[in-house]
């Protein structure tokens, strides 16, 4: 069965500091995997969009990293900011065109 | 670019009455839209997925003939939500798709059936 696993479920840190969040899926077969960033009550950000050659992506504090091989990706968050709190969601695409597979989230609290 | 609006951001409607939800793409072609739900602190749940000019294809438990949808155009989708009850109560995200690789997610539209 194709699933995306997150964790962990929520995580609050202090401003400043980093944090990274995990992602493991058993989706077969494979073209890319996102991550999103969502506020409250808002639609979902893209934040990266990773294919399985692709080891490790960028975009400002936010670093994404792949292992193909053992499905599991990760969302590192550098030097926090309070406008970082929000639920990042990890999103698999099986194949261009079909429908994308969304993990459950991590709600990220940054607190003063 | 790639921006995809909704309207309207938020609706309360009676319970009985239906409620129409636009989806646009600004500044692309979309040439498949898909519709979400999203029920509090859950993860986005795919209800449909249309193609401009043709039918929707609904996703298993997603009643078709209550959540009404149309892809007129290259650019306009719309989710008609038909004898609303308070159970549908939720958040529709829509997101629309230039080609087979990336989709842009509108802001979500939030919705009070009373």
């Known amino acids: 069965k194709n699933q995306v696993e997150q964790s962990p479920q929520s995580l609050i840190i202090l401003e400043g500091k980093n944090c990274t969040l995990q992602c493991n899926y058993t989706v077969s077969p494979f073209s890319n995997l996102r991550w999103y960033k969502q506020d409250t009550g808002r639609g979902p950000v893209s934040l990266t969009i990773?294919?399985?050659?692709?080891n490790t992506k960028s975009n400002g504090r936010y670093t994404a990293t792949l292992d193909a091989d053992t499905k599991q990706s990760s969302l590192h968050i550098t030097a926090s900011q309070l406008s970082d709190s929000a639920s990042y969601i990890c999103?698999?695409?099986?194949?261009?065109?079909?429908?994308?597979?969304f993990g459950k989230g991590t709600t990220l609290s940054v607190s003063s | 670019g790639a921006v995809v609006s909704q309207h309207p951001s938020w609706v309360i409607c009676k319970s009985g009455t239906s409620v129409k939800i636009e989806c646009r793409s600004l500044?692309?072609?979309?040439?498949?839209m898909f519709w979400y739900r999203q029920f509090p602190k859950q993860s986005l749940m795919l209800m449909a997925t249309?193609?401009?000019?043709?039918?929707?294809?609904?996703e298993q438990g997603v009643e078709k003939d209550k959540f009404l949808i149309n892809h007129a155009s290259l650019t306009l989708s719309t989710l008609t939500v038909t004898s609303a009850h308070p159970e549908d109560s939720s958040f529709y995200i829509c997101?629309?798709?230039?080609?087979?690789?990336?989709?842009?997610f509108g802001p979500g539209t939030r919705l009070t059936v009373t």
């Open positions: 500044d692309f072609q979309a040439t498949t």
């Open positions: 249309s193609n401009e000019g043709s039918k929707a294809t609904y």
């Open positions: 997101s629309a798709s230039p080609d087979s690789y990336e989709q842009y």
């Open positions: 990773m294919t399985f050659s692709e």
């Open positions: 999103v698999v695409n099986p194949q261009a065109g079909t429908a994308l597979i």
